[in-house]
């Protein structure tokens, strides 16, 4: 009887260990399944050129690279289709995955406005118009760096006039145009997009209402502030400005009084006062006078 109470004991515990053996088993095959996956490739798109912000990405600037799938990025796309005509948002390196959040929203989607994704925090998208001459002859494209002159009558004045830079090395943001009536017809005008400060913005608002806008392009590296003081006609004639004269009334000062100063009298001397004595002398009488 003990011996087969033995068996019957020996049996499951033998059961026990078989149960944990296989299931430590089955674990441990799980964990290097899993990296086995996760070390295989996927396909994914990458950017076969560098495309710049605002690109529309064509057909021959996406690619399928194979990518170790525990590094594949959040939102990577499997087929070139998925990104070709879409916008770019971000700039992307050659290389790089092309991903959702690097694209503007599909058509439909919320947000799908492509400059509010480039307008820094606590920054103004302000767009201005210009001519053909101001923004420098179609030159200026977006990451451009730009001064602005901005030309008006000096307040105060009926006749001249002043260009001066007002604001300086401004980013553009990107460069259009709008249809606009002139003389009854329509016309194209080119506009550009500047990238300010709120108090910035309020600047060139003001200025392009009051006078006439024009672009100044900035060599890349070039980002040193300057000093200027404008420019008015006289200045640009004669090389300097001519002294500024105050009209001030000058109120005519009376002229001093010529003080002639009296020679005072001298003192007149008291009058001598004189004693009568009269004399007599039996019938004759006589006085005589004594000076006191």
Known sequence: MLRYKSVIVVAILALVFAGA???????????????????QPENVVVAATEIPIGT???????????WARESIPQGSMQDVNSAVGRVAIR?????DSVTEQKLKPKAGAGG??????VVPTGH?????????????GGFITPNDRVDVVLTTQIPG???QNISKIVLQNVPVLATGQITEQKEGKPAVVPTVTLDLVPEDAEKLVIGASKGTL????????????????????????????????SKTTIASTPKPRKVIKRASKAPSAPAPSFSSVEIIKGKERTSKQFAE
């Open 91 to 95: 700039h992307i390196n050659v290389g």
């Open 214 to 245: 024009q672009l100044l392009l900035r060599n890349i590296a070039d980002n040193a502030p300057v000093v200027s003081r404008g420019a008015t006609i006289n200045k640009v004639l004669t090389g300097s400005e001519p002294p500024t004269v």
């Open 124 to 136: 103004r998208a302000v767009t201005v118009a210009v001519n053909e001459v101001a923004g420098v």
């Open 112 to 117: 799908t406005g492509f400059m509010t994704y």
């Open 157 to 159: 004045s009926q006749t």
């Open 21 to 39: 053996a296989a299931w430590l088993t089955y674990n441990y095959l799980g964990k290097e399944k899993k990296k086995i996956v996760a070390a």
């Open 56 to 66: 529309q990405i064509a057909a021959n600037q996406v690619k399928i690279a194979s």
